[in-house]
């Protein structure tokens, strides 16, 4: 019944599992709170945040090129 509409996945994501919603044809984007986690916002680890911000921009950057 839904076979036109695109999500955007949030729960669950992680690097690891985010190439797998993004290869569905269904799935727009996909959210996650692994990027800037509670304990790293919480003791100013920001360094940490944009690390992983960056990884993730690295790593979906790599998946459109495979296509």
Do not use: H, W
Not at 8 to 21: E, R, V
């Amino acid at each position: 019944p839904y076979s036109g509409m695109r999500f955007m996945p949030t729960g669950g994501i992680t690097l690891a599992n985010a190439g797998d919603y993004l290869a569905l044809t269904q799935v727009i984007c996909c959210g996650g709170s692994f990027i800037a986690e509670e304990k790293d916002i919480a003791a100013s680890n920001f360094d940490k945040v944009r690390e992983k911000a960056a990884d993730t921009v690295r790593f979906v950057s790599g998946l459109r090129g495979q296509k």
